[in-house]
């Protein structure tokens, strides 16, 4: 297969909404990206739209029960933090980074979802000191390339304030403008900012705003970069989100209402025994049961609960049809929160919870959040793409998360096998 570029640069603004189109266009260099290129304001995330599961698809052009990274975290009931999908085995099949190696690729990640211990030339995977006695450097040196990242530790440590932004993506910036020196022919950059302020601020806060005009800034030092390299004129640049997000007020915590019937038995502080147990996807959440009687017993509960609008929950889906939409087939049910409604996984308190300033403040609640289902209105996420290998000045109407990933390959004159999505010729200079 041709391949149409020789760098290919791909930028996550987590959290980047359609929404966000009328403000980008007018940031210098969103706009000079946008004037040279091409671009889609109207991108399908998948379900449920939460960052690993998200990242999962755009590397691997599948959705989540196919890749596997069904949720962000572990189905691990009572854990207070439970573990990540941060590791490369949690996909299934291969990625846009692997076939980039097997095809002889230099390949460069830096804070890319499910990453750690993936065979990646330049890796500084997002993986977080999840233990007490968990040191967070170590953690990350341990899971990625060590060498790399020691050198990039040493030129900007100093920036970081442990896992606070803005701190933290301005680390990532100056490390990813150090790895373009390295010239990868393929680069995979995360950037969380927008994410963090839209939980803690709101969708359209002023510090939502403020991050997308940071947001620019990182664009425009990858973009000098690039030309200061010597490869702008061989690359080929994509920015892109992963979901979008919708402001919220209440919490509905499923969990409460299971142990008060008997599902959930609580030992001290820790679940001893489960029948059901719901895993909080945000917008969204996956009901898991033990066995069929259970199933029967959580769907007349859960019928009697959904159709009053105050307990928060849209709509039930069954095991069988999440598994339709891409979700987790192994769930009994799915649940899709009300507007101004998100799932917490929490064990005690009340079933609904309003959410307070102290909460947002405490870090116990969030005030945005994503894990809605993609046909939701107003929550599709955007693509810009531009440089070698693109068209420019093209509007493609609509596309889909999983479309990403073979879009990526072809650029890079490579195929993604066994996939759900397809490449968008319109955008490619073929």
């Known amino acids: 297969m041709k391949r149409l570029t020789d760098h290919l640069i791909v930028i996550s603004f987590d959290c980047l909404s359609a929404l966000d189109y009328p403000i980008l266009k007018g940031l210098p260099h969103f706009q000079e990206l946008l004037a040279h290129g091409s671009f889609c304001k109207k991108v399908e995330s998948i379900y449920p739209s939460v960052t690993y599961p998200c990242h999962a698809t755009i590397v691997t052009g599948k959705y989540p029960n196919r890749h596997g990274v069904v949720n962000n975290t572990l189905l691990q009931p009572g854990w207070k933090s439970p573990d990540w999908h941060w590791y490369r085995k949690s996909i299934n099949g291969t990625t846009l980074y692997d076939e980039a190696r097997r095809a002889g690729m230099t390949t460069a990640a830096l804070l890319w979802p499910v990453t750690a211990k993936a065979d990646i030339d330049y890796n500084m995977p997002e993986i977080f000191a999840n233990r007490p006695w968990h040191n967070q450097i170590l953690v990350s040196l341990l899971n990625g390339s060590p060498l790399y990242q020691l050198k990039m530790n040493r030129l900007f440590g100093h920036m970081r304030n442990g896992l606070a932004q803005p701190e933290l993506d301005d680390f990532v910036l100056e490390s990813t403008v150090e790895t373009i020196k390295m010239k990868p022919d393929l680069l995979l950059v995360h950037f969380t900012d927008l ?156 079933y609904i919870h309003t959410i307070t300033p102290e909460d947002v403040k405490e870090k116990r609640y969030t005030y945005g959040s994503h894990g809605y289902s993609p046909k939701k209105d107003n929550y599709s996420t955007i693509l810009m793409a531009a440089g070698k290998g693109i068209r420019s000045n093209i509007e493609i109407p609509s596309m889909r998360l999983i479309d990403e990933g073979p879009t990526f390959a072809k650029l890079l004159g490579l195929s993604l096998k066994d996939i759900d999505g397809t490449p968008i010729e319109e955008l490619l200079d073929n």
């Not at 939502?208 to 490869?231: F, S, V, W, Y």
């Not at 915590?253 to 038995?265: A, D, H």
């Not at 033990?290 to 009697?304: A, F, G």
Request: a negative charge; proline letters at 1%; one cysteine or more.
């Open 195 to 350: 994410d963090t302020e839209r939980h803690y601020h709101g969708f359209s806060s002023d510090k939502a705003h403020e991050a997308l005009r940071r947001h620019d800034d990182r664009l425009g030092r990858i973009i000098k970069a690039l030309k200061e390299n010597g490869i702008y004129d061989k690359s080929t640049i994509i920015a892109l989100g992963d979901h979008s997000a919708l402001d919220e007020s209440m919490a509905v915590q499923l969990n409460i209402l299971l142990k008060e019937r008997g599902f959930i038995t609580v030992t001290g502080e820790k679940v001893s025994n489960w029948k059901a147990y719901c895993k909080g996807c945000d917008g969204s959440a996956y009901v898991y049961t033990k066995d069929r009687e259970t199933t029967q017993e959580i769907k007349l509960l859960l019928e009697r609960v959904q159709p009053d609008p105050s307990n928060g929950i849209e709509t039930i889906f069954t095991g069988e049809e999440a598994a339709k939409m891409g979700a987790d087939e192994h769930c009994a049910f799915m649940l899709e929160a009300r507007l101004g409604f998100y799932f917490k996984d929490a064990l005690n308190g009340s």
